[in-house]
């Protein structure tokens, strides 16, 4: 599993707000049993976790309060807690580091923390204080497409999702596990396709018919006859 991220060297002007020639570089990280923390306990810390699980990621919380559901889900195992407000070394060891304290003099001492420690830094609300900004994401199966404003705006970046969530239907999860099966087929019998054929293939009008109707089987077999894989 991995989730979306957008990690950067932060620039930032006198006023410590982040330059406009900024620039971000997009990527997506395995987070699988990879270490990461959330500072804080709030609701807003409650969204980091959540996601930071579903990536698979091993999560730890530190924070003196947690919100019902944080506790839940240190009771429950799935989640480290230490029980108190932030101490300089907290980070070492980590990968990626989320604060949601909402208190800028303390995620300023993270995020020094985090640059002197080696350990990408988020802070919620707080651009000039962020190695890397989290998009708002559209997920279907295995196919994830993010949209960033590179912190700037947030609400944007959510209206964005809201009008390509529209674009993209839930088809485009039955869309991408065909196309993985046939790679892995093609592959597995040694035979080498270009990219022009496939991006042919996959704008096919009567395969993607076949897909929006969820008719698996057909779909298949017409993606196989348009790439010339049609057994003989």
Not at 24 to 46: H, K, M, N
């Amino acid at each position: 599993m991995v989730i979306s991220s957008w990690c950067t060297s932060v620039k930032c002007d006198e006023e410590g707000t982040r330059r406009k020639d900024m620039k971000a570089y997009p990527v997506f990280f395995d987070l699988t049993q990879r270490p990461c923390v959330v500072i804080g306990g709030g609701p807003v810390a409650e969204r980091k976790v959540t996601g930071l699980l579903e990536a698979g990621a091993a999560v730890t919380v530190i924070s003196p309060n947690l919100t019902v559901r944080l506790r839940q889900q240190v009771s429950e195992g799935v989640v480290s807690y230490i029980a108190r407000p932030y101490q300089s070394g907290d980070l070492t060891g980590f990968f990626l580091a989320f604060t949601t304290t909402g208190n800028p003099p303390v995620d300023a001492i993270i995020f020094a923390d985090g640059r002197a420690a080696g350990v990408l830094v988020n802070s919620a609300d707080d651009p000039a204080r962020c190695d890397f900004f989290l998009p708002a994401v559209i997920r279907r199966g295995e196919l994830a497409i993010a949209v960033s404003t590179g912190g700037t705006s947030p609400a944007l970046a959510r209206v964005m999702r809201e009008e390509l969530h529209s674009m993209v239907g839930e088809d485009y999860t039955l869309l991408v596990e065909i196309a993985a099966a046939m790679r892995r087929e093609v592959r597995s019998g040694g035979r080498v396709l270009t990219g022009e054929q496939w991006t042919t293939a996959l704008k096919e009008p009567n395969f993607r018919q076949y897909v929006r109707d969820g008719q698996r089987e057909k779909a298949i077999a017409r993606l196989r006859t348009v790439l010339g894989l049609e057994e003989t």
